[in-house]
């Protein structure tokens, strides 16, 4: 579209009054001035006129009176008669010619340097009427000036005009008070409109006149107090809305609250008994070789492990409320992560006769390797538990954005698409599966597996994201921040050292049973092993030993309120006055809360959560020997 023209945008600047006042006074100002423009030109022409009828009445009079003083060439006569008609008003000259032209009488008024204007001439020929033929005998030539006229003219156009701007004057005072009036009421309400818009109190406007504006006013007033009414329901609704939703709200963080109490304070009390109950449990198969026992105790077994699997769920999930889990960012190689989880389920995967297939990568990663691990340990026990023809596959590729692309597929029984908005949500379970329990009789868990893998997906700045065909199998998928490849790390995980006979190791918990368990648990190992249940105790039993333990397992919260750093303190003291070198230390705890961990995680102590399975221990074990003497 084109540029509005400089009128129509000067239009649109002025306001209504401006507007209303000028469409007022425009047709009176042109109506006036072509007027004053049509009575001066019809004035002038009429001063022209009257000066042309008078001038030819002097020359008519001159030339009668002329003829016989001419007949008689009376010179004389002929001068007195042009002067007495140069005297006349307005006549500026008077000349009296012989036929032949010859000036007789002439009498001028105008000095001979200066120049007549606005002269008007009129010649009138001697004609004796009683010779025939008529022959001209003379002429009489009169100039009439006219400036007087016109002079008289101009000063009457000066009053008209000046008559016209005082009335334009007028029509422009009362054009203003018109508009003024006018206006006012619309300017009212539209004041009352912004007021309106502001909703904090009624707003109404005085009904002026009874024209069509009384009735936008009344029209006006009538719809504020409605929409008044509207607005104060509204309020008062949204005012309730509000303190219900406050409630609700309160209401939803207590129980979140008492939820994340009961699972700390439950998942406190409930792991004594079942870590002990571990620890027996797997102490049993110890040195039995009667085919009936072994199958009891492998039934016992697959029980409590089914009971770790549960109760890991829920530890996992409180942790993660409770921020426990601290995120550690490092660069890595996805690969060595990539053998971790293959070695965690290629048994897993050969028992159900399935295929758990790694994709080769060189592909590096900035992340949590611990937390990543968890995920895909998740990822594939779940692929491996829904999958009974296949198997599963772990890759990774680019996706650009400097961003790795993390899948992990399976050809298992796929989910329904009604469930995948559903699937993060937490103790969501697919129960109307035909897979829903395993071949072992055991449950698929508590519909938290894959909660916990988003939480902790949200902790890396991540999102893990489904995709699956019922009947076809899944894919889970995510994205993690690629990283540059060290030349001088290794691909091939860290291989440690899985020999743990000979070692001496101080176990110290204030629970008997514990304390029972993991001593019959670890001498089956071929340790050397002293237990207590306090700091005194366990001074008292290292001093059985000629030289410092090799390792330290130790409670976190011990009886008579000292904690498991308290110990590792009184030991480290003890020590360093012989000069002996430090021992390997590690704390088993029961405890989620981050506000109680904090000291922990700074002093980068190992740390395990009970319950602890054998193989944990014993890995957990043999990586803080391993590091303590790496650091000699």
């Not at 004035?43 to 000066?51: G, T």
């Not at 029980?303 to 409320?321: A, G, I, T, Y």
């Not at 296949?390 to 996706?399: D, F, Q």
């Not at 395990?608 to 221990?617: A, G, I, N, T």
Request: one cysteine or more.
């Amino acid at each position: 579209m084109a540029a509005d023209s400089w009128p129509k945008r000067l239009w649109q600047r002025r306001s209504l009054m401006q507007r209303m006042a000028f469409v007022a006074l425009m047709p009176a100002l042109i109506t006036a001035a072509l007027l004053a423009a049509f009575m001066a030109q019809r004035q002038l022409v009429n001063l022209r006129e009257m000066a042309r009828s008078n001038a030819d009445a002097i020359a008519t009079q001159a030339a009668s009176i002329s003829l016989q003083p001419l007949r008689n060439m009376q010179l004389r006569e002929l001068n007195r008669i042009a002067d007495s008609v140069g005297d006349l008003p307005h006549v500026i000259r008077v000349q009296i010619r012989s036929g032949a032209g010859q000036i007789l009488a002439d009498h001028n008024e105008l000095d001979g340097n200066r120049e007549p204007a606005e002269v008007l001439t009129v010649v009138r020929e001697m004609i004796d009427r009683d010779q025939p033929g008529g022959v001209a005998e003379g002429s009489v030539r009169v100039d009439v000036s006219l400036h007087q006229a016109i002079a008289m003219q101009r000063a009457s156009l000066r009053h008209a005009l000046i008559a016209l701007l005082v009335s334009l004057l007028l029509a422009g005072v009362l054009a203003w008070q018109a508009a003024r009036w006018i206006s006012a009421p619309l300017r009212h309400l539209a004041g009352a409109v912004h007021q309106l818009g502001l909703g904090d109190r009624p707003v109404e406007v005085p009904v002026t006149d009874r024209t069509e504006i009384g009735e936008l006013q009344q029209g006006f007033n009538h719809a504020a107090a409605t929409l008044h009414d509207i607005q104060s329901g509204m309020r008062q609704q949204i005012e309730q809305a509000t303190r219900e939703l406050a409630h609700k709200n309160a209401a939803l963080e207590a129980a979140s609250l008492a939820r994340s109490r009961f699972l700390a304070a439950a998942s406190h009390d409930l792991r004594q008994p079942l870590y002990a109950l571990t620890l027996f449990s797997s102490a049993l198969s110890v040195d039995e070789d009667r085919p009936e026992q072994l199958d009891r105790i492998a039934h016992i077994q697959e029980c409590v492990q089914s009971l770790d699997h549960l109760f890991n769920e829920l530890l996992d999930l409180s942790r993660l409320e409770t921020g426990a889990v601290q995120v550690e960012i490092s660069e890595f190689p996805l690969a060595q992560v990539f053998a971790e989880v293959a070695r965690n389920f290629d048994m897993v995967a050969e028992q159900r006769e399935l295929q758990l297939l790694i994709h080769p990568t060189r592909l590096w990663v900035r992340s949590d390797r611990t937390m990543l691990s968890r995920i895909l340990n998740n990822l594939v026990s779940n692929a491996l538990r829904f999958t009974h023809h296949g198997g599963a596959l772990i890759g990774a590729r680019r996706c650009g954005d400097g961003l790795v692309r993390i899948e992990v597929w399976d050809t298992g029984s796929g989910i329904a698409p009604e469930h995948l908005p559903n699937v993060f949500d937490e103790f969501y379970r697919i129960d109307d599966r035909a897979d829903a329990g395993l071949d072992d009789g055991s449950q698929s868990g508590l519909g938290l597996g894959l909660a916990t893998v988003q939480r902790l997906a949200v902790r890396l700045d991540t999102e893990v994201r489904v995709q699956s065909r019922l009947g076809r199998g899944s894919v889970f998928h995510f994205r993690l921040p690629t990283a540059h490849a060290s030349p001088g790390e290794s691909m091939a995980p860290h291989e440690m050292p899985v020999d743990l006979s000979g070692k001496r190791v101080l176990v110290v918990d204030d629970d008997p049973a514990i304390l029972s368990g993991v001593r019959f648990l670890l001498r089956s190992w071929g340790c050397e092993v002293e237990v207590a249940e306090d700091r005194l105790q366990a001074m008292e039993a290292v001093e059985n030993w000629p030289g410092p333990p090799d390792i330290v397992i130790s409670d976190l919260q011990l009886r008579g309120g000292t904690r498991g750093m308290d110990l590792f303190a009184a030991l480290d003291q003890h020590y360093q006055r012989d000069g002996d070198t430090p021992f390997a230390r590690l704390l088993v705890t029961g405890e989620t809360r981050v506000d109680h961990l904090r000291e922990i995680i700074a002093a980068n102590i190992p740390l395990l959560y009970k319950p602890v399975s054998p193989p944990q221990l014993r890995s957990a074990m043999m990586s803080a020997w391993t590091s303590t003497r790496a650091g000699r």
